[in-house]
């Protein structure tokens, strides 16, 4: 049965909606922005979407009758369709002046945002959705408070991972129709899902001539989430030039599919790496892309340990995100092969953090945490996140966490 998950977003959008004339909703496609705006609305605000055709010509051929036909209070859905709607927009924002007038929706920010800076500055909050967080799913937890390893909770009412429901949680994926029980066949609902992104945005975002070569090039890019990004390596694997793989991949980053991890830079040192690290934001779409068919054979496969590490990455920059805080987080590693998997820097202090798949918490987890001495920053506590059952004590300043606690 097909059920809503309450969305740590919503609060904010409510209070955002009582101080800009517009809000704009931006993330992938799937992640539910309509379904959360319609959940929220008042009563008495209209809804229309740029999706069908007869809206999509109105808005682009006459923008100012398409407004006199949907006046605000209004929800206009996929606004990137017709973007000089927005100079419209802007009109009736300056004739106004009221708050919450136009909340919009957009899967494409690729492209989206530079027309949104250019004619709703000073005027829209832009808030980003993507997919359900953990804490959504369980919720009833703070979900204001972004994830550091100083304010772990003591204490969470949920059940225990073991390595088994682990997996299935991360092969299902994030997307609200596959976790809200509106769809069971995982494999159609992406297969679906990749088909519509690359007939839809990828041939409106930029010249793809061959979507079989992007095809391939995502299935490759899946592969390596959670490594340092070699472009090299996949324009190799993939056949393609490196100046491909970089817009391809600034493709994928400005839709919001992989997010790059950037190293932490020191003026103290000049041995880190330079390369960010490469993430898939969805577990399920990368281990679909990945040719994983079940849980099962995921959890036994290669990209087991990675793919534990991408979803964990995934869950604490959501933590940030849904509390509209941008994670200050980095990862660590220098060219002596000491590395650290995440580095938060905040108030002047650095929180190490390491992913370990496995259950039982041992010292040699967080050996390269005393590598930061060098860097000149206070090093506070320090977390492992595992398959552990609740929070225990590595030694005096660390401490590992429940991957679930996120």
Known sequence: MDRYIHRALERHIINASGQFPVILLTGPRQTGKTTLLRHIMEGTRRYVTLDTMQNRLLAKEDPELFLQKYPP??????????PDLL?????????RQAPGMFWLTGSQPFHLMRGVTES?????AVVNLNGLSERELQGGIDESTPFLPSNAPAKRNSDPFDEPGLFKRIFRGSYPALLSGK??????????YVQTYLERDIRELSQVGDLNAFYTFLRVVAARTGTILNMSDIAKDCGI???????????????????????????RTSRLIKSPKLYFLDTGLCAWLAGYTSAETLASSPLRGAIFETWCVG????SWWYALREPPVYYYRTKDGAEIDMIFE????LYPVEIKLGATPKR????????LATLGHPVKTGAVLSLTGEIFPIDRQNIAIPANWI
């Not at 100079?87 to 004739?95: F, L, N, P």
């Not at 991890?261 to 003026?267: G, M, Q, T, V």
Request: glycine share 4%; aromatic share 12%; with cysteine.
């Open 73 to 82: 209070p209004v929800i206009i859905d996929e606004i990137q369709y017709a």
């Open 87 to 95: 100079s419209a927009i802007k009109v009736v924002c300056d004739t």
């Open 120 to 124: 709703l500055a000073g005027r829209v």
């Open 183 to 192: 769809i069971s066949d995982i494999n159609l609902f992406y297969s679906s």
């Open 241 to 267: 030039s490196v100046p491909t793989v970089k817009h391809w991949l600034s493709m994928l980053a400005g839709t919001s599919l992989i997010y790059f991890l950037r190293p932490y830079r020191s003026n």
């Open 315 to 318: 869950e604490i920059l959501k």
């Open 346 to 349: 905040t108030e002047g202090a």
């Open 364 to 371: 040699e987890w967080v050996r390269n945490f005393s590598s």
